[in-house]
């Protein structure tokens, strides 16, 4: 089993809900043409694997950009859940399917502005470190 399935599971388990204020708006990017914003999408950036011998499992580093997509002209209330994520992941733990979260660490902010057919769509988050161990299946 790839870490990364079990790395998107425990970002979408810990990001959806009240805490983030979106219920769960919360998708792998792209989020569905018809999803209603403000919605929280989360994709892998790149990552590295670190081998172990022996009966110790790989050890995984994964760089994901995480944001609040919100549609205006104005950044105020994707900011406000981009601050809210950050708060649910900045040096959270925790587990998904056959993968255990050792740490998550805000690398750098990240904002940018898209425009499609005459809207605006702000995109506000952050840059995230995931340290995964993959563990055995049970």
């Not at 990364?4 to 810990?14: D, N, R, S, V």
């Not at 990001?15 to 403000?38: E, I, K, M, N």
């Not at 990552?47 to 009966?55: A, Y």
């Amino acid at each position: 089993m790839s870490e990364t399935f079990g790395i998107a599971e425990w970002l979408y388990e810990t990001l959806s809900g009240d805490d983030a204020d979106v219920g769960d708006r919360v998708w792998t990017f792209p989020a569905p043409q018809s999803a209603t914003t403000p919605y929280i999408t989360f994709q892998l950036q790149a990552g590295s694997d670190t081998p172990f011998f022996g009966d110790t499992p790989r050890m995984m580093r994964g760089t994901y950009l995480v944001r609040c997509i919100d549609k205006g002209w104005s950044k105020e209330d994707a900011s406000v859940v981009a601050d809210l994520i950050d708060g649910l992941l900045e040096k959270a733990t925790g587990t998904g399917t056959d993968v255990a979260i050792l740490g998550c660490i805000r690398q750098s902010p990240f904002e940018m502005t898209e425009t499609s057919d005459g809207e605006a769509y702000q995109h506000v988050g952050g840059i995230y470190r995931i340290i995964a161990e993959a563990t055995p299946a049970q």
